[in-house]
């Protein structure tokens, strides 16, 4: 890893080390002091002054640099363990980040892969359901993963037991990619009888983690994990799964980040299609029988981005993203009026806003004013 990674590396974790201190913190403060070291050096009367530092958190932003060293020693170690596991670890703000996933809410700043991930993952549906599949969401499960994948769609799910794991095989005896994101360390394979599932999917696709290694799979870990199997979707497909499922948390999930919902119908009277019938019968999910009536539903963002010469046509953007600058034009506004003009609070416009100031497409006058460029 070269030098200025490795140190960005230590200081976002030094960041992240202190309690009060998330994606959003980490964007605001970069948006202050633009660099992490800039943020480390600063004096607490400078760290009081960005919005939503108090005065207990500058304070610890102030003595955080104390850790330093003692970080520095753990990311060396961890990444001499990535190495020997054949893994890696990327930030936010790599390239290799995938794009759709930068766009969500709560984007995980690290990442840890056993495999790689490519553009072509971009356009990617996740398939997600059940541990307990009846013969026909196995059935189902194989024949979407695999039609998708014969499509050159990469298919993604959570490496479970049950529906996930018939997804991932099913994509791969298609010779399609996949992705599995898990909610354990790279290093600790959950379910343990899918350690050669593993291994085809790393060499085939991806294996993605938020989770520092050595991270044991404890039930909490999970809902977080399917924030980012949604995250990484164009859209999120549910075979089987009970109301109170997390496959209906992942669909939940997709809700929240404007992508699209399918469900596969299922018997009435079985346990396992409670959740697909639910979101259909609720108007959250696209009722779906065959990978076509997705395809479909998806259009032009399988096909990539329309070619144009704008800049912003050649970036993602979030839907959020995209009504911000459709609010702002040709114009510098104040952010309570983006905000007003978006129908969103102040706080969640920041955040796009910050967004789309890494992108190169806004830039912050004084007085919290932001004008496209």
Not at 279 to 300: H, S
Not at 364 to 373: E, H, R, T
Request: net charge positive; glycine share 8%.
């Amino acid at each position: 890893m070269q030098d200025d990674k490795f140190n960005n590396l230590v200081s976002l974790k030094t960041l992240l080390s202190i309690e009060g201190i998330g994606p959003y913190k980490i964007f605001t403060l970069l948006n202050k002091f633009k660099s992490f070291r800039n943020i480390l050096s600063a004096g607490k009367s400078e760290l009081m002054h960005t919005d939503g530092v108090s005065k207990k958190l500058a304070e610890r932003i102030a003595n955080a640099s104390k850790k330093v060293d003692s970080v520095e020693s753990k990311v060396n170690s961890e990444l001499n363990l990535l190495r020997k596991l054949n893994c890696k670890v990327i930030t936010y703000w790599d390239e290799e980040y995938p794009e759709l996933l930068r766009n969500i809410y709560y984007p995980p700043l690290i990442l840890y892969l056993a495999g790689n991930i490519e553009k072509c993952d971009q356009t990617g549906v996740a398939i997600v359901g059940t541990r307990k599949p009846t013969n026909y969401g196995i059935q189902q499960a194989e024949k979407f993963a695999s039609e998708l994948s014969k499509k050159g769609i990469t298919v993604i799910s959570g490496l479970a037991r049950g529906v996930d794991s018939y997804a991932h095989s099913s994509a791969l005896n298609s010779n399609g990619r996949t992705i599995a994101v898990i909610g354990s360390g790279i290093d600790v394979i959950y379910p343990p009888e899918n350690a050669r599932l593993f291994k085809k999917i790393s060499e085939q696709g991806a294996v993605v983690s938020e989770f520092e290694p050595g991270t044991k799979p404890d039930a909490q870990n999970f809902p977080r994990r399917n924030r980012i199997i949604s995250g990484l979707s164009l859209g999120v497909l549910i075979i089987e799964t009970k109301q109170n499922g997390g496959a209906m948390q992942t669909a939940a999930y997709a809700l929240d980040q404007n992508r699209e919902i399918f469900a596969l119908p299922g018997n009435v009277n079985s346990p396992q299609s409670e959740g697909p019938n639910l979101l259909i019968q609720k108007g959250e999910a696209k009722l779906v029988l065959t990978a076509e009536d997705i395809i479909e539903e998806l259009g032009v963002k399988l096909g990539h981005e329309k070619k144009t010469e704008k800049r912003t046509r050649q970036i993602a953007l979030s839907l959020f993203e995209e009504k911000i600058l459709e609010a702002l034009g040709n114009e510098a506004l104040h952010i309570d009026i983006i905000a007003d003009k978006t129908s969103m609070n102040t706080s969640e416009c920041l955040v796009h806003l910050l967004s789309l100031e890494f992108k190169g497409l806004i830039k912050q006058l004084p007085g919290k004013i932001f004008m496209s460029v």
